[in-house]
């Protein structure tokens, strides 16, 4: 007894760190990530419901997962997996952030009874991977090819899986307006690149979504201008452009400039030296045959009206990105310097207007030559409506650009996740051993895809759900096809439907949902030091001392 207590205790960690080990802990991740995805399983499908979520900078309506996810701002950190798979699929795929978040969370929900009764994590884990893998080789195997089609076959087959995208975002209503607009905005891409940051969206407000357009070339919104600006002409035909990095406006000097004179009629001198200057940058822009002149620095008053005076049109303080798509769109390089502009440099366009929309002006550049951009100008009621059509569009170009470069997709409406079930319960009567109930249980968690789409839409799910075990049984394999209608709560072959999404968006949500269960299977012991988790988690010695700094003192003369 004396001897026991002689024994020093041993201290590992610091004061007030929690550690939480074992099959609790465990069950409390999994608890976790379940809650997570009960706030965001109500947005799934063509009937989800939508989200306001208000923060610090404001009020967001949305129903994409990833918008969700993000603005949520969760601190739990098993749950934050789901926030990173959902974010990692919609910058790799763009479509099926909610998908993803939700098959996660049921792979997890379902690996539960058999963690409470003891069973070893990493068989689980074994298991599901196991089970991801034929579910990928599953999808791939029943995926259809729409290379060697035909131009219009492809572009239609395009068209319908943006319809499939934007189905379950807020601007559904007109999901044959903005499928088309989304194609014929990837079309103008380059197909080797398809790069993204060619397609500009610009947001005013005002009129309905049907006065939504899409410009085949560059247009920004109207540059802050100076008086003269009114002056300009505001359209050409084929005019040539100029691109500049520089400022085109008198500036007094950046240091403090001491110029010592020794007599006053040098004065002038000094003075007239600052107006050569400008005026002599102003000339070579005029004689370089330019009718458009955009800088990404300021052009001042002088400068707007000397062009003014020579019909030449300008504009100061262009965002970069603009500058980048207007080079690219019309092979202008933008130049740092007016010396010695040879003709190489310009670009040139075959229209150039300045247009009204709504209450903003707008310039647009069409019909350029290597024209591999495109711009959409979206109109609608309130700024939140244009921010969620944005983030519907982005969804739907991410779509149809996966589509281009895999081209293969798969039947929608939950047709594909209940034929890997099926598949997956077949392949499991064939194992001996403890793995046959944990490929079951991960098959019977991918029917949560059609199952929340009928909850979603209001219909029975049982019901719904039996009809498709039952198509998807039939040995012929004619009911591969079939997924949840949710227009008359039944069941339709969703191929035949043209309700189509990429094979690559079921893959990647297939692979990540079964990696972030298995992650959070893994994890057998939770540390956490509450000193680390102060204000802006910068807790710790010497952090958040009264006093020091954040976000105290302004400064002298900073605005208020």
């Known amino acids: 007894m004396a001897h026991s207590m002689m024994q020093p205790q041993i201290i590992l960690l610091k004061e007030g760190t929690d550690t939480s080990q074992g099959k609790a802990q465990l069950i409390s991740n999994i608890n976790a990530c379940v809650a997570v995805v009960d706030a965001v399983r109500t947005t799934l499908g063509p009937r989800g419901m939508d989200k306001l979520i208000h923060t610090d900078r404001g009020v967001t309506i949305s129903n994409d997962g990833a918008t969700i996810m993000k603005l949520l701002e969760i601190i739990h950190p098993a749950a934050k997996t789901l926030v990173d798979i959902s974010l990692s699929q919609d910058a790799e795929v763009g479509d099926g952030t909610t998908t993803v978040v939700i098959l996660a969370g049921e792979f997890l929900r379902e690996s539960k009874p058999f963690v409470e009764e003891g069973v070893h994590p990493q068989s689980l884990i074994r298991s599901f991977r196991q089970a991801g893998q034929l579910a990928v080789q599953r999808v791939k195997d029943l995926s259809i090819s729409i290379e060697g089609k035909s131009a219009e076959e492809k572009a239609d087959m395009l068209k319908k899986c943006a319809m499939t995208s934007l189905n379950s975002k807020l601007v559904s209503g007109e999901k044959d307006f903005f499928a088309q607009m989304v194609v014929d905005a990837v079309s103008v891409l380059d197909p080797a690149t398809l790069d993204l940051r060619m397609i500009g969206t610009k947001k005013v407000q005002g009129g309905g979504l049907r006065d939504s357009f899409l410009v085949d070339g560059v247009a920004f919104k109207k540059t802050f201008s100076y008086a003269g600006f009114e002056m300009q002409p505001k359209s050409y035909k084929d005019p040539k452009i100029l691109l500049l990095n520089i400022e085109l406006e008198l500036k007094s000097e950046k240091e403090n400039a001491e110029i010592r004179l020794n007599d006053p009629s040098q004065y002038q001198s000094i003075v007239d030296a600052e107006w050569n200057i400008i005026y ?281």
């Open 280 to 560: 002599d940058k102003l000339d070579k822009c005029v004689q370089s045959g330019a009718k458009i002149v955009l800088s990404r620095l300021a052009i001042g008053d002088l400068a707007t009206q000397y062009f003014a005076d020579r019909d030449i049109f300008c504009a100061g303080r262009v965002q970069e990105s603009d500058m980048h798509r207007v080079a690219v769109a019309t092979g202008a390089q933008t130049q740092t310097t007016v010396n010695n502009l040879n003709p190489k440099v310009l670009g040139s366009v075959e229209a150039f207007e300045e247009k009204q929309v709504g209450a903003e002006r707008y310039n647009l550049f069409t019909g350029c030559p290597k024209a591999k951009t495109a711009t959409m100008v979206l109109r609608g009621g309130s700024e939140q409506f244009i921010d969620e059509a944005e983030r519907s569009l982005h969804d739907a170009i991410m779509i149809v650009r996966r589509a281009m470069k895999n081209a293969s997709v798969v039947p929608g409406g939950g047709a594909i996740d209940m034929e890997i079930s099926k598949f997956l319960r077949d392949h499991a009567r064939t194992i001996a051993g403890k793995s046959q109930l944990f490929i079951n249980a991960y098959a019977k968690a991918l029917e949560i895809i059609p199952r929340q789409l009928c909850d979603n839409a209001g219909f029975d799910a049982t019901d719904v759900l039996n009809k498709l075990r039952q198509k998807h049984a039939s040995k012929s394999g004619d009911g591969n096809n079939f997924g949840v209608d949710v227009n008359t709560g039944g069941v339709v072959d969703t191929y035949a439907s043209f309700v189509w999404e990429p094979a690559l968006v079921k893959i990647n949500a297939l692979t990540a949902a079964t990696e972030a269960a298995c992650l959070v299977l893994s994890v057998d012991e939770t540390v956490r030091n509450p000193k680390s988790e102060g204000p802006d988690g910068q807790g710790g010695p010497g952090r958040g001392m009264p006093g020091r700094g954040r976000g105290r003192g302004r400064g002298r003369g900073m605005r208020r």
